[in-house]
């Protein structure tokens, strides 16, 4: 019994290794939480795409230029 006991504890816990993953591959791309971690690795190996990742971070926390006096109110599109 204990010799197929163990080789279905390590198939099942790779398994579930293996199932849980993708979903945390997701969950890393949804909230963007692991370019904090991979971020040294992408810059040795593939250091366009960490420029590309510096870049777009930056674009991001860019404000909006304030209106000048002069300027045409906004239109929005749903109006």
Same mark, same amino acid.
């Given at each position: 019994?204990a010799?197929f006991?163990i080789?279905?504890v390590?198939l099942?816990?790779?398994?579930?290794t293996f199932a849980?993953?993708p979903?945390? /591959? &997701? #969950?890393? @791309?949804?909230?963007?939480?692991?370019s904090e971690?991979f971020g040294p690795?992408?810059e040795?190996?593939?250091?366009? /795409? &960490? #420029?590309? @990742?510096i870049?777009?971070?930056v674009?991001?926390?860019r404000?909006?230029p304030?209106?000048?006096p002069?300027d045409?109110?906004l239109?929005?599109?749903d109006?």
């Amino acid at each position: 019994m204990a010799d197929f006991v163990i080789p279905l504890v390590l198939l099942v816990s790779f398994g579930i290794t293996f199932a849980g993953l993708p979903l945390l /591959a &997701a #969950r890393v @791309r949804r909230r963007g939480s692991g370019s904090e971690f991979f971020g040294p690795f992408e810059e040795i190996w593939y250091p366009a /795409a &960490a #420029r590309t @990742r510096i870049e777009i971070q930056v674009q991001s926390e860019r404000r909006a230029p304030a209106p000048t006096p002069g300027d045409p109110p906004l239109l929005r599109p749903d109006r």
